[in-house]
């Protein structure tokens, strides 16, 4: 699978830094995600940045070629 938050981000205009703290999130973890190097993400990261970009979880990720 691959993150799709840079994507996403970039069509609503929005930024790692902003998106981060509306989410409660730390900007690392954020641009880690948004960057595809994370290793692994808590259900409770993929809620907040979907209540924060009013997405689905499904709309996060997208299989690798």
Not at 15 to 21: T, Y
Request: with cysteine; hydrophobic share 40%; proline share 2%.
């Amino acid at each position: 699978y691959i993150f799709r938050l840079h994507e996403i981000l970039l069509e609503q205009g929005r930024g790692v830094r902003e998106v981060a703290r509306a989410a409660g999130l730390t900007v690392a973890t954020v641009s880690r995600i948004a960057n595809n190097r994370n290793r692994g993400i808590t259900l409770e990261v993929v809620s907040k940045l979907c209540r924060e970009l009013g997405i689905q979880p499904g709309d996060l990720y997208k299989l690798a070629d």
